[in-house]
């Protein structure tokens, strides 16, 4: 809440009073952890200037203070030493403003800025929140889905449900919260079982008084013949980053928002193209190349988990008859002549054998 005014001692007393009454409490300012917050005051610019920056908590806690043309920070609490500052060049256009760098989770309370000139007096409230944002993750592990929300404040709430619905019965999942003790952050990990004999998408979500997030995962299973496959991705809107990967750790290939996509060096003879919805198209694959193809595709609030496992079929692969027919080709090229040969010498050596001896007659 912002309260401003020219009256004097009186008059300032009466105008937050009735501020207060007809706005209903300070002005909540939302900061993000570990970023720099700037709560907001501007007043009636005048002389001789003295600004009071005060957390109220049990004790009240100095903040930031400046008079006499210059920052006054002896008595500074040790919780802000190093991370405040004002707005020195906007002093004189009547802002007061104070940068609060480094927000942590401590930083969460009640705020008073005081500001007097020779000409007027100015009070201003401020409720001060914190947020860290979810960054979902969601991955199986021994054959169960894990969805993990990182460190995130305030405390987040985590919920499972399947596309189809399945039963929370059988769907069987459990929820784990832990708050890490130096940073006051919260991780919530969710787990559930995966019925690989249904065909289901399942969905986690993780939400805080601020922020909602979610994510998805769904697996199929593809057989085929062919050497060639395009292979989808579960779509998003405004995308931010796209990843496949093959069996969890090999990078295919991988795209950031507003970038062209990138293929690793090992993969570029099978990508034939990842094209703007974010399927990729496969070529010249091998029966080595079965396995499982996974797609992660992320936007600010939301990750999309596509895994396909392809089954390449090796009897009967186009290629691979290929190959075989020229090595039985290459093979042949070079014995066939030997085998002749030796065939030749030994039909000759048979004739040889063949013909009748001659007895010597003894005298």
Known sequence: MVMKSRMPALGVVLATFLWNLANGGD?????????????????????????????????????????DEADRLANQDRRFRGRTSLFKEKLREG??????????????????????????????FFQLHVEAPVTI???????????????????????????????LAIL?????????????????????????????EYVCDVNTTRTASRGTWRRTTLNISDTSKRIGCAPVTDESGLVWTFNTSEVIASRRA?????????????????????????RDLTPDRSGEYTCVRRNASQTRVSVVFLRLAENGHPRAVRIELWVVIALLAVFLPCIIYCALKKCKRCRRDRKPRRSRRVL
């Open 258 to 282: 507003g970038q062209k996509y990138v293929v690793a060096d090992a993969w570029a003879k099978y990508v034939e193209d990842l094209s703007e919805d974010g399927g990729i198209q496969l």
């Open 137 to 167: 993750q969601i991955e199986e592990l021994n054959k169960k889905l894990v969805c993990n929300s990182g460190e995130s404040y305030p405390e987040p709430q985590l919920t499972w449900t399947t596309r189809p619905t399945l039963p």
């Open 95 to 124: 802002n007061a403003s104070l940068l609060l760098k480094n927000v942590v989770v401590g930083d969460e309370g009640s705020y008073r800025c005081a500001v007097a000139t020779l000409a007027s007096q100015s009070e201003f």
């Open 27 to 67: 002005l909540d300012v939302w900061c993000r952890w570990n970023s720099s917050c700037v709560l907001e005051a501007t007043y009636p610019a005048g002389d001789d200037l003295v600004v009071s920056w005060l957390r109220l908590s049990e004790e009240e806690a100095t903040v930031h203070s400046f008079y």
């Open 172 to 200: 069987r999942g459990n929820v784990k919260v832990l708050q890490n003790e130096t940073t006051l952050l919260y991780g919530v990990v969710g787990y559930v079982a995966i019925h690989a004999e249904r065909d289901l």
